[in-house]
């Protein structure tokens, strides 16, 4: 289901807007994917299907552009290099 959102905005403003966007929509829609995912409220995952991407990598490259990086902190570093032990352990190089 989907669902749409509108505001008012005086004429002048949403003028100035238009003529520096091409599409005041899909910036402001952009623009709540960022800080969904910053703010840990969205997943990459579902940045990508909120912005209709065809990728995973599409929306990598939308986020890295925005100046967001993949959430990884030490606990998940930590996990990554306990699985790597267990792999090479096992002979999985």
């Not at 994917?33 to 969205?42: D, F, K, N």
Request: aromatic share 10%; net charge negative; charged share 25%.
């Amino acid at each position: 289901m989907n669902f749409t959102v509108s505001y008012e905005v005086p004429e002048n403003v949403a003028e100035t807007l238009r003529q520096n966007w091409s599409s005041i929509a899909r910036t402001n829609l952009e623009d709540i994917a960022v800080i969904s995912y910053r703010t840990g409220i969205l997943t990459s995952y579902q940045v990508q299907l909120m912005l209709d991407h065809d990728s995973l990598w599409e929306t990598e490259e939308f986020l890295h552009s925005h100046r967001c990086y993949l959430h990884y902190d030490e606990t998940d570093f930590r996990r990554d290099g306990e699985v790597l032990k267990e792999m090479l352990g096992r002979g999985l190089q």
